[in-house]
Protein backbone atom coordinates (compact mmCIF):
# COMPACT_ATOMS: atom_id res chain seq x y z
CA UNK A 1 0.00 0.00 0.00
CA UNK A 2 1.57 3.53 -0.72
CA UNK A 3 1.90 6.52 1.69
CA UNK A 4 -0.66 8.35 0.59
CA UNK A 5 -3.49 5.10 1.15
CA UNK A 6 -1.95 4.37 4.20
CA UNK A 7 -2.37 8.32 5.63
CA UNK A 8 -5.77 8.26 4.60
CA UNK A 9 -6.26 5.24 6.53
CA UNK A 10 -4.94 5.92 9.18
CA UNK A 11 -7.05 9.51 9.19
CA UNK A 12 -10.27 7.37 8.57
CA UNK A 13 -9.38 5.85 11.61
CA UNK A 14 -8.81 8.71 14.03
CA UNK A 15 -11.97 10.70 12.46
CA UNK A 16 -13.60 7.33 13.36
CA UNK A 17 -12.61 6.64 16.53
CA UNK A 18 -13.29 10.72 17.45
CA UNK A 19 -16.96 9.83 16.82
CA UNK A 20 -17.22 7.06 19.04
CA UNK A 21 -15.42 8.66 21.94
CA UNK A 22 -17.44 11.81 21.06
CA UNK A 23 -20.96 9.44 21.55
CA UNK A 24 -19.85 7.89 24.12
CA UNK A 25 -18.76 10.88 26.35
CA UNK A 26 -22.21 12.19 25.58
CA UNK A 27 -24.41 8.95 26.39
CA UNK A 28 -22.12 8.57 29.80
CA UNK A 29 -20.41 11.97 30.93
CA UNK A 30 -19.70 10.94 34.88
CA UNK A 31 -18.03 8.18 33.71
CA UNK A 32 -16.00 10.28 30.94
CA UNK A 33 -15.51 13.22 33.80
CA UNK A 34 -13.94 10.12 36.47
CA UNK A 35 -11.73 8.56 33.52
CA UNK A 36 -10.67 12.02 33.01
CA UNK A 37 -9.43 12.35 36.66
CA UNK A 38 -7.91 9.20 36.57
CA UNK A 39 -6.09 10.19 33.06
CA UNK A 40 -4.69 13.48 35.16
CA UNK A 41 -3.70 12.08 38.30
CA UNK A 42 -1.80 9.20 36.33
CA UNK A 43 -0.27 11.85 34.28
CA UNK A 44 1.10 13.79 37.14
CA UNK A 45 2.07 10.97 39.04
CA UNK A 46 4.67 9.66 36.43
CA UNK A 47 5.68 13.55 35.77
CA UNK A 48 6.45 13.84 39.57
CA UNK A 49 8.37 10.15 39.23
CA UNK A 50 10.45 10.61 36.26
CA UNK A 51 11.87 13.96 38.05
CA UNK A 52 12.45 12.47 41.77
CA UNK A 53 14.18 9.70 39.63
CA UNK A 54 16.17 12.09 37.46
CA UNK A 55 17.56 14.08 40.60
CA UNK A 56 18.48 11.00 41.82
CA UNK A 57 19.98 9.56 38.91
CA UNK A 58 22.07 13.21 38.03
CA UNK A 59 25.21 12.14 40.57
CA UNK A 60 27.42 14.88 40.26
CA UNK A 61 25.03 17.68 39.92
CA UNK A 62 21.80 17.46 41.78
CA UNK A 63 19.40 20.16 40.97
CA UNK A 64 16.97 20.97 44.04
CA UNK A 65 13.67 22.28 41.93
CA UNK A 66 13.94 19.12 39.88
CA UNK A 67 13.42 17.37 43.62
CA UNK A 68 10.64 20.03 44.78
CA UNK A 69 8.96 19.39 41.16
CA UNK A 70 8.25 16.07 41.23
CA UNK A 71 7.01 16.24 45.21
CA UNK A 72 4.79 18.60 43.66
CA UNK A 73 3.52 16.45 41.00
CA UNK A 74 3.32 13.88 43.26
CA UNK A 75 1.58 16.07 45.55
CA UNK A 76 -1.15 16.93 42.80
CA UNK A 77 -1.71 13.88 41.37
CA UNK A 78 -2.83 12.62 45.06
CA UNK A 79 -5.16 15.65 45.41
CA UNK A 80 -6.74 15.01 42.24
CA UNK A 81 -7.18 11.02 43.42
CA UNK A 82 -8.57 11.99 46.53
CA UNK A 83 -11.05 15.27 45.59
CA UNK A 84 -11.83 14.20 41.84
CA UNK A 85 -14.94 16.43 41.77
CA UNK A 86 -13.24 19.47 43.11
CA UNK A 87 -10.49 18.18 40.55
CA UNK A 88 -12.86 18.35 37.48
CA UNK A 89 -14.69 21.77 38.49
CA UNK A 90 -11.86 23.30 38.69
CA UNK A 91 -10.82 22.33 34.77
CA UNK A 92 -14.51 23.05 34.22
CA UNK A 93 -13.76 26.84 35.53
CA UNK A 94 -10.50 27.51 34.14
CA UNK A 95 -11.81 26.26 30.80
CA UNK A 96 -14.82 28.34 30.59
CA UNK A 97 -13.01 31.39 31.40
CA UNK A 98 -10.35 30.37 28.64
CA UNK A 99 -13.47 30.22 26.04
CA UNK A 100 -14.83 33.53 27.31
CA UNK A 101 -11.05 35.21 27.16
CA UNK A 102 -11.08 34.07 23.73
CA UNK A 103 -14.77 34.71 22.71
CA UNK A 104 -13.48 38.39 23.43
CA UNK A 105 -10.08 38.43 21.50
CA UNK A 106 -12.03 36.66 18.59
CA UNK A 107 -14.31 39.82 18.40
CA UNK A 108 -12.04 42.22 18.61
CA UNK A 109 -10.24 40.57 15.85
CA UNK A 110 -13.23 40.31 13.64
CA UNK A 111 -14.13 43.98 14.56
CA UNK A 112 -10.66 44.83 12.64
CA UNK A 113 -11.38 42.32 9.96
CA UNK A 114 -14.42 44.64 9.43
CA UNK A 115 -12.62 48.24 9.90
CA UNK A 116 -10.64 47.09 6.97
CA UNK A 117 -13.38 45.67 4.73
CA UNK A 118 -12.17 41.91 4.94
CA UNK A 119 -14.81 40.24 3.23
CA UNK A 120 -15.05 37.03 5.44
CA UNK A 121 -15.14 39.01 8.70
CA UNK A 122 -18.11 37.41 9.77
CA UNK A 123 -17.06 33.83 10.02
CA UNK A 124 -14.50 35.01 13.16
CA UNK A 125 -17.70 36.78 14.68
CA UNK A 126 -19.39 34.03 14.22
CA UNK A 127 -16.53 31.89 16.12
CA UNK A 128 -16.17 34.36 18.59
CA UNK A 129 -19.88 34.06 19.37
CA UNK A 130 -19.59 30.40 19.97
CA UNK A 131 -16.22 30.71 21.87
CA UNK A 132 -18.06 33.29 24.21
CA UNK A 133 -21.53 31.79 24.51
CA UNK A 134 -19.91 28.27 25.11
CA UNK A 135 -17.61 29.76 28.07
CA UNK A 136 -20.91 31.11 29.42
CA UNK A 137 -23.01 28.17 29.27
CA UNK A 138 -20.16 26.50 31.15
CA UNK A 139 -20.13 29.46 33.88
CA UNK A 140 -23.68 29.56 34.20
CA UNK A 141 -24.85 25.33 33.46
CA UNK A 142 -25.59 25.00 36.95
CA UNK A 143 -27.30 28.00 38.19
CA UNK A 144 -29.59 28.89 35.19
CA UNK A 145 -30.03 25.39 33.66
CA UNK A 146 -29.67 23.06 36.54
CA UNK A 147 -26.88 21.10 35.27
CA UNK A 148 -23.62 19.99 37.21
CA UNK A 149 -21.13 21.97 34.86
CA UNK A 150 -19.27 18.83 34.62
CA UNK A 151 -21.61 17.09 32.93
CA UNK A 152 -22.08 20.09 30.71
CA UNK A 153 -17.96 20.30 30.01
CA UNK A 154 -17.95 16.63 29.18
CA UNK A 155 -21.43 16.62 26.36
CA UNK A 156 -19.54 19.91 25.00
CA UNK A 157 -16.49 17.92 24.68
CA UNK A 158 -18.47 15.18 23.12
CA UNK A 159 -20.22 17.08 20.81
CA UNK A 160 -16.68 18.75 19.62
CA UNK A 161 -15.28 15.15 19.45
CA UNK A 162 -17.98 14.64 17.04
CA UNK A 163 -17.93 17.87 14.93
CA UNK A 164 -14.21 16.85 14.66
CA UNK A 165 -14.56 14.00 13.53
CA UNK A 166 -17.61 13.95 11.05
CA UNK A 167 -14.98 17.25 9.78
CA UNK A 168 -12.53 14.87 9.12
CA UNK A 169 -14.22 12.99 7.45
CA UNK A 170 -15.82 15.08 4.92
CA UNK A 171 -11.90 16.49 4.38
CA UNK A 172 -10.59 13.38 3.50
CA UNK A 173 -13.26 12.68 0.99
CA UNK A 174 -12.99 16.16 -0.09
CA UNK A 175 -8.98 15.77 -0.91
CA UNK A 176 -9.58 12.28 -1.78
CA UNK A 177 -12.13 13.07 -4.37
CA UNK A 178 -9.87 16.09 -5.64
CA UNK A 179 -7.28 14.11 -5.68
CA UNK A 180 -8.47 11.62 -8.02
CA UNK A 181 -9.61 14.59 -10.11
CA UNK A 182 -5.95 15.63 -10.93
CA UNK A 183 -4.71 12.54 -11.32
CA UNK A 184 -7.20 12.12 -14.29
CA UNK A 185 -6.29 15.65 -16.06
Not at 33 to 44: E, H, M, N, T
Not at 71 to 87: E, K, N
Not at 104 to 127: C, T
Amino acid sequence: MNMIAEARTRQVMDACLSLVFGVLLILFPNIGAGALSIVAASIFYVVGAFYIFIYIWMFIYHDFFLLVRGFLFIMAATLIMLYPADFLLFVTILTSIALVVQGVYQFVYSMELSSIKDKYWYVDFIYSLILFLSGLMLLLSKPVFGIEATVTYMIMAGIMFIVDGIFDLVIIYVLKRDFNFQELK
